[in-house]
């Protein structure tokens, strides 16, 4: 069986874009994968956070991860920095990655235009990112675009290891879904949905009651043709809603294209709006029952304990390559 490993940042609210990018993918391949599924807490420290609220942020993302599907039977749900080899195997490929590779990152380099002073971890967070995924021998990574990134740096780094060091990385590759990998914002749909984005009114979180979202998509930016129909470059506010539309409800955009032939937009929003509600009802229900309880605690026991048996060999055989440590007779 073939081993996925990803990771979601607990930087507060989940958007319903990081569902349909990344957390509803983990769903459906959780049935015919190894899977390891991360809160990435120390890639949060990049930047400047609240440690009380990056503790509550750690709960409810673990919380939304099982409200949403997951089956700690089936995948392993854990928080990085309860596994210390993720730390540890991330110094030794930071120092088999090269300063001038790590600065062209693009996310280094929207994130840090214009400042003063940039954090180092800034810098070397795709190392990080590169251990995260490497010490699981992962076949497979499931992410946005906005990631590919990072994924093409860690297969440099895991194949200059294997050559310079020992053949011991799986080199992985990029899982990026045909639609729904990057859905956009409601009010500027030529950008990517962020929960960073000043306008409340641009992005659904998980966590949204039903007035709001509907408020929100009724809001959501089109144009003035008033014709239901999928073309990225020309209607890219309605091929958007249609996106979230056939990922949520299960259906071809061009069922429901067809669906709405003849039809403002008033009543395809209307429609939304309840698709959306009905897809997330659920999962806020479970989430309520899930956040301060023992049962997510003893789940994330368990998936750091599994996690860090499986790390920790990797780790064992990276430090044997690189000669670090004594050889024990």
Excluded at 105 to 121: I, Y
Excluded at 205 to 224: G, R, W, Y
Excluded at 241 to 268: H, T
Aim: hydrophobic share 40%; proline share 4%; glycine share 6%.
């Amino acid at each position: 069986m073939k081993t996925i490993f990803s990771g979601i940042q607990p930087s507060g609210v989940i958007t319903l874009g990081n569902y349909i990018g990344a957390i509803k993918q983990f769903i459906e391949l959780q049935h015919d994968y190894d899977c390891y599924f991360c809160v990435v807490d120390q890639h949060a420290i990049t930047v400047p956070q609240d440690r009380l609220e990056l503790r509550k942020n750690i709960k409810r993302l673990s919380a939304l991860y099982v409200a949403a599907g997951l089956d700690p039977e089936k995948a392993t749900l854990f928080v990085q920095s309860e596994v210390p080899a993720h730390s540890q195997a991330a110094w030794m490929l930071q120092c088999i990655a090269y300063i001038g590779e790590l600065e062209r990152m693009t996310q280094f380099k929207d994130k840090s235009s214009g400042k003063d002073a940039v954090s180092a971890g800034l810098l070397t967070y795709p190392p990080l990112m590169a251990a995260d995924i490497l010490l699981y021998g992962a076949d497979l990574v499931p992410v946005g675009e906005d990631q590919k990134q990072h994924l093409e740096l860690t297969r440099d780094l895991a194949e200059r290891f294997n050559n310079r060091y020992n053949d011991i990385f799986t080199i992985p590759e990029v899982r990026i879904p045909k639609v729904g990998a990057r859905i956009m914002s409601l009010q500027e749909p030529t950008k990517k949905m962020s929960k960073s984005d000043a306008n409340q009114r641009a992005f659904i979180t998980l966590l949204d009651e039903p007035n709001q979202i509907e408020k929100k998509i009724k809001s959501a930016v089109t144009d003035s043709d008033g014709i239901v129909k999928y073309d990225k470059e020309n209607k890219p506010g309605v091929s958007n809603l249609l996106s979230i539309y056939s990922i949520l409800e299960n259906k071809p955009i061009s069922e429901i294209e067809q669906n709405y032939e003849g039809k403002g937009y008033g009543e395809f929003k209307a429609d939304l709006a309840n698709v959306v509600i009905n897809a997330l009802a659920p999962i806020q229900e479970r989430y309520k029952e899930l956040l301060d309880s023992k049962e997510l605690d003893d789940i994330l026991d368990a998936g750091a304990e599994k996690a860090a048996k499986k790390a920790n060999k990797m780790l064992k055989k990276m430090e044997n390559a690189m000669g670090l440590g004594r050889k024990r007779r």
